[in-house]
């Protein structure tokens, strides 16, 4: 078995810590690791990491990459996306370069940031579904529920397939029902929730896509076609012009949608296997460890008299008292109050902030880069302090800036600075200034951490500020 690993979400409901361009597949929400982490995690037992694909968003593939790196991920088994076009286009993409490679090959989709407690019925139930899949079926799991959940699409349970114990046709699948409905199908007991899990032959979702979806199936091959290797490190794969037009201009549809729903193919597979979406803040409650007062308390938090409350802290201290049923998050820049009966209404607060043009929206204090990231630390009318952390062996690109001087002192780390026509080697206490129009490169050649402060000086302090000149990932 393959699997396809979905990684475009911007989980805009967990903010601040989840952002667009730091989302919550990439955090660590629940587990030692990060969740596309613990996602890769439990399919090892089933699916080599050299047989592991995963899909995500053009901003967030440096980072993915960096996080699977660990486990021997390929590069070139990564595709960046030039813009979300939702599941059905996503899932039809990969299943075209799985049957390039393989005609027979048989395809598991996996959401990247979703929770399983139980990862040894989790592989017991896609062993089945293979089975399942080899038969021509698209094989979904179904969770079963356990309160009148209205957040989440359901399947009603068909007849059992013949000679498959265990295993259903599904009658139909169900929007997200209104609450007295969603009771009346946790009392019925035929009725599942829909995790977005598949198993299927890449052949035979691609044989629907074209009874469903002919307008997607029809580009797909031409899309595969334009895929290309992106300039410089890390390697991923990459749609060129060609490919990035035709991919963006199809419809955005989810393969429920565009497929699930309208094929007699479907069969399920009851998988109670500790499965959830953690689709917000809420969610927390239903895994993790609670105190004796019900409260979920991660970070430098110290809380008197508060009761089922979740309170988020980092390194700053959060004082809470006398709260109830409260969550309060904290990052460096942005801090969430909200009840927790209002915890799905995050993602709005966070679509206001956006229209509102709050860079706190979309971009987290610390912006990672192919080369490590930064922090803006202070900001004024003519000024701004940043840390920036060089991994070892990395370099920022040769550059330089219309608009602004800049003052780096090093922390901690050697670092290895190009200035114009000179090469100086500083070490921690050590300063260099960059003078306006100057052509720099700042490098780590150590195999320890570099850490800089940067004081810029100029009346235009902007990211889009640079002219590069040679970057070893492909940004000129």
């Not at 699930?260 to 499965?275: H, R, T, Y």
């Not at 993602?347 to 979309?362: A, D, F, Q, R, Y």
Request: glycine letters at 8%; charged letters at 20%.
């Amino acid at each position: 078995m393959y699997g396809v690993i979905l990684a475009g979400g911007s989980g805009t409901r967990f903010w601040p810590i989840s952002r667009e361009q730091s989302p919550k597949q990439l955090q660590e929400i629940v587990g030692p690791g990060t969740m596309i982490q613990n996602t890769v995690q439990r399919l090892l037992p089933l699916i080599s990491i050299e047989k592991m694909y995963v899909g995500t968003k053009h901003n967030q593939a440096i980072e993915t990459l960096r996080q699977l790196a660990p486990y021997g991920f390929v590069a070139n088994h990564l595709m960046a996306e030039p813009c979300s076009r939702n599941t059905a286009l996503a899932i039809g993409v990969m299943a075209q370069m799985m049957v390039d490679k393989d005609p027979d090959a048989i395809m598991g989709v996996f959401p990247a940031d979703h929770v399983v407690t139980n990862s040894e019925a989790f592989i017991k139930a896609l062993q089945k579904a293979e089975t399942l899949a080899r038969k021509g079926y698209l094989v979904t799991l179904g969770i079963p529920p356990t309160r009148p959940e209205t957040g989440f699409g359901y399947l009603k349970q068909g007849a059992e397939i013949e000679n498959h114990e265990g295993a259903y046709h599904v009658e139909r699948f169900v929007e997200k029902p209104d609450n007295p409905t969603a009771k009346q199908y946790l009392k019925q007991g035929n009725y599942y929730w829909n995790c977005g899990v598949f198993i299927w032959k890449a052949s035979s979702i691609l044989k629907e896509l074209q009874q469903h979806a002919e307008n997607i199936h029809s580009q797909l091959k031409t899309i595969v076609d334009c895929l290309q290797t992106s300039k410089g490190k890390p390697g991923h794969q990459e749609l060129n012009k060609k490919g990035a037009d035709f991919f963006s201009a199809l419809p955005s549809l989810s393969i429920d949608y565009a497929v699930m729903e309208k094929s007699s193919q479907v069969a399920l597979i009851p998988a109670d296997i500790g499965w959830n979406d953690v689709g917000s803040w809420n969610a927390l409650d239903e895994v993790y460890e609670k105190d004796p007062n019900g409260n979920i308390i991660r970070g430098n938090v110290l809380a008197q008299d508060c009761n089922n409350s979740i309170i988020q802290g980092q390194n700053r201290l959060i004082g809470v008292l006398g709260l109830n049923d409260t969550i309060v998050v904290d990052s460096p820049d942005a801090l969430l109050v909200s009840s927790k009966e209002h915890s799905q209404d995050v993602k709005k607060l966070v679509e206001t902030l956006i229209e509102k043009n709050h860079p706190e929206g979309k971009q987290p204090s610390t912006v990672k880069r192919p080369w490590g990231s930064y922090t803006v630390l202070d900001s004024g009318p003519s000024y701004l302090l940043k840390r920036i952390e060089v991994l070892p062996g990395e370099t920022l690109s040769l550059q330089s800036h219309k608009h602004r001087s800049e003052h780096w002192t090093v922390v901690s780390g050697k670092a290895e600075v190009i200035r114009d026509q000179e090469t100086f080697h500083l070490k921690a206490n050590e300063s260099i200034t960059i003078p306006q129009n100057a052509k720099h490169r700042l490098g780590n050649s150590e195999s320890e951490l570099l850490i800089i402060i940067e004081i810029q000086f100029g009346l235009h302090l902007d990211e889009n500020d640079i002219s590069r000149y040679e970057d070893r990932y492909g940004r000129c």
